[in-house]
């Protein structure tokens, strides 16, 4: 993972997280408006318009410069090709922040979440010096829990019908990480 501040990305072996731009939101809207997607998401609306996405990225930069959270764009490296999204919260008080993220479904199984994952991890640790992590997923989506158990995160408890969505209660899972520096 290499970090730049001053072009605020992250580079990996085959992607570039970088700031979500407003020439992004088509593409954005395109991805979200998926019910696969919403379905297993806290927070997305549905249908996802253009509109929304321009809501959404409206907001990055301010959150960015003001440590609320890092909102970045997951992107080919080679392409630039946009393939979903990866944030980071920043809960200065307690030294910890809450990883959450979405690839489109056209991307699924290319380990892109995966590798979007491990950089923020390392993000949060080397650069923000968090001294915890979490992230947290709908026990229906399975494969959200498996980029966490990758990218070494721990199995931390399962919330019962901790969230009522769709007319159902879902279960939450909880995952965490300590900085193995602190």
Same mark, same amino acid.
């Given at each position: 993972?290499?970090?730049?501040?001053?072009?605020?990305?992250?580079?990996?072996?085959?992607?570039?997280?970088?700031?979500?731009?407003?020439?992004?939101?088509?593409?954005?809207?395109?991805?979200?408006?998926?019910?696969?997607?919403?379905?297993?998401?806290?927070?997305?609306?549905?249908?996802?318009?253009?509109?929304?996405?321009?809501?959404?990225?409206?907001?990055?930069?301010?959150?960015?410069?003001?440590?609320?959270?890092?909102?970045?764009?997951?992107?080919?490296?080679?392409?630039? !090709?946009?393939?979903?999204?990866?944030?980071?919260?920043?809960?200065?008080?307690? !030294?910890?922040?809450?990883?959450?993220?979405?690839?489109?479904?056209?991307?699924?199984?290319?380990?892109?979440?995966?590798?979007?994952?491990?950089?923020?991890?390392?993000?949060?640790?080397?650069?923000?010096?968090?001294?915890?992590?979490?992230?947290?997923?709908?026990?229906?989506?399975?494969?959200?829990?498996?980029?966490?158990?990758?990218?070494?995160?721990?199995?931390?408890?399962?919330?019962?019908?901790?969230?009522?969505?769709?007319?159902?209660?879902?279960?939450?899972?909880?995952?965490?990480?300590?900085?193995?520096?602190?």
């Amino acid at each position: 993972m290499i970090y730049s501040p001053t072009e605020k990305t992250i580079e990996t072996t085959r992607l570039i997280l970088r700031l979500f731009t407003q020439a992004d939101a088509q593409e954005v809207s395109v991805l979200c408006n998926n019910y696969a997607i919403y379905k297993s998401t806290l927070s997305l609306p549905y249908p996802y318009t253009l509109e929304c996405a321009l809501s959404w990225i409206s907001t990055h930069q301010q959150n960015f410069e003001e440590n609320r959270s890092y909102e970045f764009a997951v992107t080919d490296k080679q392409s630039g !090709q946009l393939y979903g999204a990866i944030g980071l919260s920043n809960q200065s008080q307690h !030294q910890r922040g809450e990883i959450a993220y979405w690839i489109g479904e056209p991307y699924w199984g290319n380990g892109y979440g995966t590798e979007a994952a491990q950089a923020m991890i390392e993000f949060a640790f080397q650069v923000k010096q968090y001294h915890r992590i979490y992230a947290r997923y709908f026990q229906s989506n399975p494969a959200s829990g498996k980029i966490m158990e990758k990218c070494g995160m721990h199995y931390e408890g399962t919330l019962k019908d901790h969230i009522y969505k769709n007319g159902t209660f879902e279960d939450i899972v909880f995952y965490g990480l300590l900085n193995p520096s602190h």
